[in-house]
């Protein structure tokens, strides 16, 4: 064979190979290399909207954390606040309580003083009268009784 021929041949079988991979071969390859493509930056794009769905997400997190913790801040002072209230009130009602059993025990103690006194005054009136009940005893004497009653009858 001639060398010419051989390169002749061989160059025809190297189109017909380029026309059957153009033709059958490579649109394939292409379609799934843009189907490829395609993916990628499909998922490229939906990775970029999920970062900025998530720095959203972020923003929104942070903001209801800054609004309840200032929510938290504020029902701490509130309950605080409450708490004094009650604290004082409680204080104000012990307070008055405590006026009240101070004044029912002033008046309960000068009660048991004028009883104290009626009853120190029962007794005097009682050792009075005993005394001169005695001494009425010790000193009455007939004869005096009797020189007095003349006396007074005189006198009459």
Do not use: Y
């Not at 209801?64 to 309950?79: F, G, M, Y």
Request: aromatic letters at 4%; zero cysteines; charged letters at 30%.
């Amino acid at each position: 064979m001639n060398i010419n021929s051989t390169l002749f041949l061989q160059a025809i079988v190297f189109a017909i190979l380029v026309w059957f991979t153009m033709k059958f071969v490579w649109p394939p390859i292409t379609k799934a290399l843009d189907e490829r493509v395609q993916k990628i930056s499909d998922g490229l794009a939906a990775a970029d909207k999920a970062k900025s769905e998530l720095t959203s997400a972020n923003q929104r997190v942070e903001a209801e954390l800054t609004k309840s913790r200032t929510e938290t801040a504020s029902r701490l002072a509130d309950a605080d606040r409450r708490a004094q209230v009650i604290v004082e009130e409680a204080k104000a009602r012990a307070t008055e309580e405590g006026n009240k059993i101070v004044a029912a025990a002033r008046a309960e103690a000068e009660q048991q003083t004028v009883k104290a006194r009626e009853a120190l005054r029962e007794q005097v009136a009682a050792l009075a009268v005993k005394g001169a009940e005695q001494i009425l005893r010790k000193e009455v004497n007939a004869g005096v009784h009797a020189d007095l009653l003349n006396r007074l009858q005189t006198e009459l």
